[in-house]
């Protein structure tokens, strides 16, 4: 078997580093030349009138280019395109496929690693290091692991015999699968539409409006692998159109979503609705939303806590799933929390990444922004919240939200509840003798189950809280932020409203994508009916 390929090592981008060199020439040529960003149909590049703007949400004036959305017509023909691509690409052996993907990681690791980060922190207002963790690392890491775990999977024999000869025959879902992807990781963008593609499948990818700069250069990253035409085709344009449209197609064969919870229940419901018009039930696999919580107990580690709750709150401007937005702190430890966690947040520069000295950049459009001041708003008006920290947005230049952290006193509370997808996390702070309450509560207090924290020094408290909290979160940490699994190390995937948790970066996610048949060859065939028990009883 194969050895396990490594993880992707992490670049720091000191000064002085020639990745910090690289990068910033990245930035300067691509804030420099805009680029048209055309759909992909069966390998042609489509592009309309009327296109629509990629801006930077750190700065209005800002535009990296423009993509074309889709006309009348252009679904069903990547629909066609991916169908007519199909016979070949399964018949393909998983060696070349696996060999496709393998070529894109290191294209990624070498010549594209700056253009896919520059475009991810000019596109997406991700700071050096939150790009070189998703564009870069994780990315690789996909494409290196999943072509090692396909190969894993295609490894497993079945019992045989002299008299017979059985095998796995790993067949790719009879049809298309339909990737729609989020804005908010250029990792999940990539992997949504390839991770189905190594496994012979053809896919029609619907990326997020606001992350077409990315999804335009791993399109072209992937091309230059050598995916041939056809596997994946790329439409942009209405989200609800298209989705009605490729919806309706008896040969739609799954969705691969990663994004809110409520897209993903109209999803399933139009599914259902549209059951018997498919040749197959359709595969749903979809990571969904976060309310990601953070319990401390009062033998906790009071620093550990503070930079877990910074990292994993803040970082990214709060815009990940996993990202820490509720914590619960024992009285004991409350007032040194938020002291510590506070002068660390004055640290926090907030602005354009392409000044690396900022720790957080823009949220990512108008409606986030507009969302996010509301809910700051409402809390300051609110008797039940204290804004400790934080609290102001600016909008002038880009979507700003300065890190915000609010104590809340009653624990049913929607800011304990709902994810906000930003730069606000709340607190709740709780009597030292109830902390077996606190976790019900915390189990209790929000649909989602993705991830979630327990900070303690009491190993018996551990114990009490990964008991209490097993169905709370699919990816549980102890003493470390709920943020920032590794492809290989933790996947990932959470329960409840936080989706179908197939566990991305893991082997078993690839069965998804896998319709398995076995053949059965009998060597020595029967050549009489009779069993034994047929025979007549001995005289
Ligand atoms: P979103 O739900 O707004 O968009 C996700 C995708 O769905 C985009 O491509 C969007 O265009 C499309 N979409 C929007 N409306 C649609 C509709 N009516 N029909 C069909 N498609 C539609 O999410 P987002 O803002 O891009 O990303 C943030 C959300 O994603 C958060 O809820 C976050 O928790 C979640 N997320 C989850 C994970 C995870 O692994 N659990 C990872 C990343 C993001």
């Given at each position: 078997m194969a050895t396990l390929p490594v993880n992707e090592a992490v670049l720091t981008y000191a000064p002085g580093s020639p990745e910090r060199a690289e990068l910033r020439r990245a930035i300067n040529e691509q804030s420099a030349h805009p680029v048209i960003v055309p759909l992909r149909i069966g390998g042609a590049g489509v592009f309309h009138d009327a296109p629509q703007p990629i801006r930077a949400p750190h700065r209005h004036e800002l535009v990296l280019g423009e993509y074309s959305t889709v006309r009348e017509g252009d679904v069903a023909q990547a629909i066609s395109a991916a169908r007519a691509a199909q016979p070949a690409w399964s018949a393909t052996p998983l060696a070349e496929r696996a060999a496709i993907f393998r070529r894109a990681a290191e294209l990624l690791a070498g010549p594209h690693r700056q253009r896919l980060n520059a475009a991810t922190l000019l596109g997406q207002s991700k700071t050096p290091h939150q790009a070189e963790i998703d564009a870069a690392c994780e990315l690789i890491d996909f494409w290196r692991f999943n072509a090692h775990f396909a190969e894993r999977l295609s490894e497993e024999r079945l019992i045989s015999s002299e008299f017979e000869k059985n095998a796995f025959d790993w067949r790719p879902l009879e049809g298309f699968v339909y990737a729609v992807t989020p804005f908010n990781f250029t990792a999940i963008a990539g992997n949504l539409p390839s991770a189905p593609a190594l496994l012979g499948n053809v896919v029609v990818w619907k990326p997020s409006p606001y992350a077409m700069l990315s999804a335009h250069h791993i399109y072209e990253l992937l091309r230059e692998a050598g995916l041939p035409d056809g596997v994946i085709n790329l439409v942009a344009g209405d989200a609800a159109q298209i989705t009605t449209e490729v919806l309706h197609d008896p040969n739609l064969a799954a969705i691969h979503f990663t994004g809110s919870s409520s897209v993903f229940e109209g999803l399933y419901q139009s599914v259902a609705v549209n059951l018997t018009r498919y040749r197959n039930y359709p595969r749903l696999v979809a990571e969904t939303g976060g309310k990601d919580f953070v319990v401390a107990h009062a033998s906790a580690d009071l620093d550990a806590l503070a930079v877990a709750v910074l990292r994993g709150g803040y970082e990214y401007q709060g815009q990940k799933c996993s990202a820490a937005s509720r914590v619960y702190v024992p009285r004991s430890l409350a007032r040194d929390f938020e002291a510590r966690l506070v002068e660390l947040m004055a640290e926090l520069k907030v602005g354009d990444p392409a000044d690396f000295s900022c720790f957080m950049g823009a949220v990512i459009a108008r409606p986030a922004y507009e969302r996010l001041t509301l809910t700051i708003e409402r809390a300051r008006a609110?008797?039940?919240?204290?804004?400790?920290f934080g609290g102001q947005g600016s909008d002038a230049e880009g979507f700003f939200i300065a890190p915000t952290l609010i104590e809340v006193q009653t624990p049913e509370h929607a800011l304990l509840r709902d994810e906000l997808f930003g730069p606000i996390v709340s607190f709740f702070v709780y009597d030292d003798d109830r902390f077996e309450d606190v976790l019900r509560l915390c189990d209790q207090a929000s649909p989602y189950a993705l991830t979630g924290s327990i900070f303690a020094r009491d190993a018996a408290a551990i114990a009490l809280a990964s008991n209490a909290l097993r169905f709370s979160a699919g990816n549980f940490y102890i003493n470390d932020k709920p943020t920032g699994a590794v492809v290989g190390q933790q996947p990932f995937g959470g329960a409840r409203r936080s989706g179908t948790n197939d566990k991305a970066g893991s082997p078993f996610h690839l069965l998804r994508w896998a319709s398995p048949r076995v053949i059965k060859e009998n060597l020595r065939p029967p050549r009489d009916f009779r069993y034994p028990f047929l025979e007549p009883d001995f005289p």
């Open positions: 609110d008797a039940a919240c204290r804004i400790a």
